[in-house]
């Protein structure tokens, strides 16, 4: 019995293979706040295969104050998670970059070289709940300048843009991809959050989905969202760019 009938009974008729690529992801262990060891990150992996990914991105949090990670420390442990997904699960194909909070240490980041994904070198930031770093704008611009293109994960949960969506706008009209997490359309964060992001994807500032999968409540959530018909139906409209990847 598979990991979907486990949890629900029976298999939804759509499944994640649309979005074929998860770009968001903690499954890393001991790197962060995801998973803790191989072993979760394996079964975790395993469910996000039978919910239909077929290629998911390692992105441990960079942070300057709580997770001080670098390429050294990181690349160890995928390769040895690697490893495990071609011996347990050989048709998921696994690859690394990271979530770099943008903040004080950034710009270190920035010259010493960012672990990125895809062809378009691709990189994956995150802003503060709290507030956003004041030259946020600067860095996704450096960023641009450098020759990569940014991706900026859940612009829907910053809730010192819950009133009005400016920012959000310009950054997307400045060629910021704006990637939305599939637990916030799931309800995962609450209704507030699943509203923001309902509406940011209908407004069409949305450009890619992850699962931003930290722990098993987090891929109940994402797998959950099979059984929701506002979730099946954008995933039926094809609304995301991640099959392209």
């Known amino acids: 019995m598979s990991f979907l009938n ?6 939804s008729e759509t499944d994640f293979s649309v979005l074929q690529t998860d770009v968001h992801s903690h499954f890393l262990p001991g790197l962060d706040d995801g998973c803790k060891t191989f072993e979760e990150s394996m079964s975790l992996l395993k469910g996000m295969h039978q ?3 077929k290629n998911i991105v390692c992105t441990p ?4 104050v709580h997770y001080q990670n670098s ?3 990181i690349m160890p442990v995928f390769e040895q998670l690697q ?7 050989p048709s998921l194909t696994l690859s690394v970059a990271a979530e770099y909070l943008l903040d004080e240490g950034f ?8 672990l990125t994904f895809g062809k378009e070198k ?3 930031t995150e802003l503060s709940y709290f507030t956003p770093y004041p030259r946020y704008r ?8 450098k020759g990569f293109k940014p991706i900026l994960a859940h612009p829907e949960r910053y809730g010192y843009w819950v009133k009005h969506n400016e920012p959000i706008e310009e950054l997307h009209g400045a060629g910021v991809l704006l990637q939305v997490n599939i637990p916030s359309l799931t309800g995962y964060y609450g209704s507030e959050v699943r509203k923001r992001a309902f509406g940011l994807v209908e407004k069409g500032l949305i450009s890619l989905a992850g699962s931003d999968v930290h722990n098993a409540n987090y891929l109940q959530s994402v797998i959950g969202g099979l059984q929701q018909r506002s979730v099946v139906k954008i995933l039926q409209k094809n609304r995301f760019l991640n099959g392209e990847l």
């Open 6 to 11: 486990n949890i629900f009974g029976t298999k």
């Open 51 to 53: 919910a239909g990914f």
């Open 61 to 64: 949090h960079i942070q300057a």
């Open 71 to 73: 390429r050294e420390i």
């Open 83 to 89: 490893l495990l997904v071609e011996k347990e699960v």
């Open 107 to 114: 710009e270190e980041h920035l010259k010493n070289g960012l």
């Open 122 to 124: 691709y990189v994956l």
């Open 138 to 145: 600067n860095l996704l611009q450096e960023i641009q300048m």
